[in-house]
Every structure is written in structure tokens, then in C-alpha cells.
């Protein structure tokens, strides 16, 4: 890394709600040359440095003045960096705080954090001075937003890291009878400040709602309408006195006289004798028959046959009518793409999830605040691993007939169409925002010119196979730009997207468009020329 002031303007020092500067970066390093080059750089960006050189230490600082962000080498003495990881966003004082690793190699690739979503960003050694920069104070802008955020969306954001950390098992719910429902989920121990369970179940809905998960039917409870719980014991009663003090007896009709009592009635000795007319009863279905049982109350004595159906909780001892139970619906969860970038921005908001675009609500999509920014660490992280980066913008012509045949909620149904059109053909680390009603732009890591015509492809194809609910009165039209590594300047590259037709900023880079119009498939004309240089992925 060089040494040396960056250029550039000086960090903001803004406080953040709690008190603590989103200036303030905390650096866990063991080695004291690295702890020293982290200072000089980051004094000089206008960052305020505090350093730890094992992990407790680390974390007794963290806790003690939260910083705007951490950066935290792997490779520790005692208590590893993985470990720190965890412990971080286990607290509630720095489940949010954005978590910079640096490492010797790729943290996913080389297993250290296999699985892990513990962490916000990733840089390797050897790195640029410019390269930790962009990071840093992409994650501190992050920050700033995360401290904005209430403490019931900060306790939903780390639902989403604790189920992105354990696995996709973390949110089924398994067999519990020390909870109210009678079900929990692994993530629950997870999470930090202790939420009740019904405020963890309230929040599982709330994330689903806002389409961070994606909940699937599990089980059906009936719970207590007093205290909620799950453990509620159904009990026949008497219809006259309510008893549960019941007994089935034998019933005996004699035909001749009609008497119906219980066959203990009737017994002499090895005879049946009616106890009305005295008459012997010797042969069933001629002299008598046996007729459906029947219930006898111990208490008052009374017999029937339907009795009433009481309920009793076990836990607050109230006893109410079996209507009166409430049906509790247990579901187990599994994190949309949503949910991982709300996991990643660390702000719901940043995530997809009901950004308002010019007065139009869509799902799935990122604003354009955000998009910025994680263009930014796309072309940092581009330039880093010398591979290119594709913006497809998806242009949607037809709003303005759709609007005038169905106003604003015919308008923002197709444009949800549209989004579940375009997330079904392409990967989760493809990232979708709406830089206005009329067009949506798609970031595509490590892809070229060619992986751009493709996916341009297969979203004409979706789109052609799902032309209902309002799809069949807008077109579609495709371009896309593809930027080289050695240029790290994300304003520039999405101003080129949002030219029509679109330019590159290098001679590197390759434009095309394509139109799906209203009842036929074209496919997107492949580029022409050279691609750029950077390996491609497939898809």
C-alpha cells in the first residue's frame, strides 16, 4: 500500500445519532507496520484512527466508542478474525457497524469466512492507496445511513445477517415447547438485545412483508386468546354444569316399554331385567337393542351424547369456549436477494423493498443513491481483480398508456411485473435498480460485452413468455456498457448508461440496444469489435 496523503477532499466528520463519529475508524491489526501505514492514510483522508493489535482488545474499543467503521486483518493472535466478526454483530452496540477484512487472499475463496456474512466488504494484500480509500468511504457512507435507522429495523437487519451467517436452516422453525408458539428458530439465539418471541415472530412477518424473505407454510397453532400460548387443552364438558368429570356408559332400549338407560341398569345377575316394566330381555334385536354410547356427567349426573368442547390453557389456567382459540400460522423463511443486499447496505431502505421512484412503489429494486455507491465498489473491486463490469439498462416503453387505462396502481403492478421478469433471468449478485419509472438499470459483475448481449437475451425471452397482467401494452428496450478495470469513476459510468444511445467512457467499451416490442421476440444484436480484456463468467 502507499504511503502518503490521499487527494481528494477530507472525510466528513458528521456525528452520528448515538454520539460517535462516522469519521472514527477502528483498525485490528497485529502488525505494527500495517497499524502505522492504516494511521497515515486514513489521518490524511480525515479519518480519526484508533488501533487494537489483537481481537479483545478490538472489541472492548468497539463496544466502548463505537466506531463509523472496522477494518479487521483475518490473521490474529488469540481470538481469530472470524471470531471478532462474529462477536460484532452479535452485540447490539456493533451489530451494524460495516466490517472491512483484510486479508492475504480472498476470505470466501480461502475458506476463512466460507458461508460468512459477518463482514461488508473484502481488500487483499497487496492493495492501492486509492483502492482502500474507495472502499473505506463507501462503508462509512453506509454507516451513516445505518445509524439513522430505529432499533426495530436495526434488530430486522440482523435477522437477515444471522440468517445469511447460519444458513438456509436458520429460519425453519423446529419443535420448542418452552415458547409460545410451541416453535423456534435457530436465529433467535442469534440475535443481540434479546427480542420476545412474539416480537421475533412480528418482525420474521414484517421482513416477509417487505420481501426480505420469503415465507413457505409450516404448521398451523392454536394459541391461548389470553396469554398466546401454545399449550391448550381441548376437554369435552357437560352441557348443563360444564364438568369435565365424564363417563362413557352402555346404553340399553327395551322395545316393549321403550325404556333407554345404561346396561348397568338392566343387570341381575347373569340376566337383563328392565328396571321399568320387569320384563327379561333374552334376545338382541328382538327383546332389545344396543344404541350409540353415551356420556354421563359425574357431577350433576346427566346424560348425552354431543358434548360441549371447552378449552383450558395450561399456562395462565383460563378456561374459554373452543371458538374463542386463535390459530397462530407458523412459517419458515428463506432470504430473497432483497434481503441480502438489505444485509449488505445495512440499511432496509438501501435494500429492495418499496423504493419510491417519482411516486411509483417497486419491489426488488435499489434506489439510486445506493446504486452509486456499490457502482463505486464494483469498479474498485473490478480494477483490483482487472475484470470488467456490464450496466444493462432495461428501458420501458408504454407507462404513459398504461397509465391513462389504469392510473397509478395499474402502472405500478406491471412495473412489479417487470422486476420479477428481470430477476428471474438473471443471477443474485446482479443488482437491480430504477433510476426512473421508464428504466431500470442491471449491475452485472465480472461480465463483458457478450454476458451483457446474453442476459439482454434472456430477459426479451421471459418477457415474451409473460406478456399478462398489464406486460402486453409496454415494449422493452435493451443497451448496455461495459467498463474496463483501470477506470474507477462510477459517476461517469452510470451517466453513460443513462445517455441514449449510450457511450463508453474508453475505446474499450462496446454499446448496443435492442427492442422487444408488444407481441414479437427480437433478440439483442450482439456487439461488435474486440470485447474488453478481463475473463469471462459463465452463466
Not at 97 to 107: H, N, Q, R, T, Y
Not at 323 to 337: D, F, H, L
Request: with cysteine; aromatic share 4%; hydrophobic share 35%.
Amino acid at each position: 500500500m502507499t504511503e502518503g496523503p490521499a487527494a481528494g477532499s477530507r472525510a466528513p466528520q458528521r456525528p452520528a445519532p448515538d454520539g460517535s463519529s462516522l469519521s472514527h475508524v477502528l483498525v485490528i491489526d497485529d502488525e505494527a507496520e500495517m497499524l502505522r501505514l492504516f494511521r497515515v492514510c486514513l489521518t490524511a483522508r480525515g479519518y480519526r484512527v484508533t488501533t487494537a493489535r489483537d481481537g479483545e482488545a478490538g472489541l472492548e474499543l468497539a463496544e466502548l466508542e463505537p466506531p463509523g467503521i472496522v477494518i479487521l486483518d483475518l490473521m490474529l493472535p488469540g481470538m481469530s478474525g472470524r471470531e471478532v466478526c462474529r462477536r460484532l454483530r452479535s452485540s447490539p452496540v456493533t451489530a451494524t457497524i460495516p466490517i472491512l477484512v483484510v486479508s492475504g487472499e480472498d476470505p470466501v475463496e480461502g475458506g476463512a469466512l466460507v458461508g460468512s456474512q459477518d463482514f461488508d466488504d473484502f481488500i487483499t494484500k497487496p492493495f492501492r492507496h486509492d483502492e482502500l480509500m474507495a472502499r473505506v468511504d463507501a462503508l462509512v457512507q453506509r454507516g451513516g445511513q445505518t445509524a439513522h435507522v430505529g432499533p426495530d429495523e436495526q434488530r430486522r437487519l440482523q435477522i437477515l445477517r444471522s440468517a445469511l451467517r447460519l444458513g438456509r436452516d436458520s429460519l425453519i422453525p423446529h419443535y420448542d415447547s418452552r415458547t409460545p408458539s410451541g416453535y423456534a428458530y435457530p436465529a433467535t439465539a442469534e440475535i443481540a438485545a434479546g427480542p420476545t418471541h412474539s416480537d421475533f415472530l412480528a418482525d420474521l412477518e414484517v421482513l416477509a412483508e417487505q420481501g426480505h424473505l420469503e415465507a413457505t407454510f409450516h404448521d398451523a397453532v392454536l394459541t391461548c386468546p389470553a396469554c398466546g400460548h401454545h399449550d391448550v387443552h381441548f376437554r369435552e364438558v357437560c352441557l348443563d354444569c360444564g364438568s369435565a368429570d365424564l363417563e362413557t356408559e352402555e346404553m340399553i332400549h327395551h322395545y316393549r316399554c321403550s325404556h333407554v338407560g345404561p346396561i348397568r341398569e338392566f343387570r341381575k345377575g347373569r340376566n337383563l331385567v328392565c328396571p321399568k316394566c320387569e320384563g327379561t330381555l333374552r334376545h338382541i334385536g328382538i327383546d332389545y337393542q344396543k344404541p350409540a354410547d353415551a356420556l354421563r356427567c359425574r357431577s350433576c349426573g346427566r346424560f348425552f351424547q354431543d358434548p360441549d368442547v371447552a378449552a383450558r390453557c395450561r399456562n395462565c389456567n383460563q378456561t374459554f369456549p373452543a371458538e374463542n382459540v386463535q390459530r397462530k400460522r407458523i412459517c419458515s423463511y428463506a432470504v430473497t436477494p432483497a434481503g441480502q443486499a438489505a444485509a449488505a447496505g445495512g440499511h432496509p431502505a438501501s435494500a429492495p423493498g418499496g423504493a419510491r421512484q417519482d411516486g411509483v412503489e417497486v419491489d426488488e429494486v435499489y434506489r439510486l443513491k445506493f446504486l452509486r455507491e456499490l457502482i463505486q465498489q464494483e469498479v474498485a473491486r473490478s480494477a483490483a481483480e482487472d475484470q470488467s463490469i456490464a450496466l444493462l439498462r432495461v428501458g420501458v416503453r408504454g407507462l404513459d398508456v398504461v397509465f391513462r387505462e389504469g392510473g397509478q396502481p395499474a402502472v405500478q403492478r406491471v412495473l412489479r411485473g417487470l422486476v420479477h421478469t428481470i430477476r428471474s433471468a438473471t443471477r443474485v449478485e446482479d443488482k437491480l435498480a430504477q433510476l426512473r419509472p421508464e428504466a431500470f438499470v442491471l449491475v452485472i459483475p465480472g461480465a463483458d460485452a457478450r454476458t451483457a448481449a446474453g442476459v439482454a437475451r434472456r430477459i426479451a425471452e421471459t418477457f415474451v413468455q409473460n406478456r399478462e397482467g398489464g406486460l402486453e401494452k409496454v415494449a422493452l428496450s435493451y443497451a448496455w456498457v461495459v467498463h474496463p478495470g483501470e477506470v474507477a469513476d462510477a459517476d461517469r459510468l452510470l451517466d453513460h448508461i443513462l445517455k441514449d444511445p449510450p457511450s463508453g467512457p474508453t475505446a474499450a467499451t462496446r454499446t448496443a440496444s435492442a427492442d422487444a416490442a408488444p407481441g414479437e421476440r427480437r433478440e439483442p444484436p450482439r456487439a461488435r469489435g474486440k470485447q474488453p480484456a478481463g475473463p469471462r463468467r459463465a452463466r
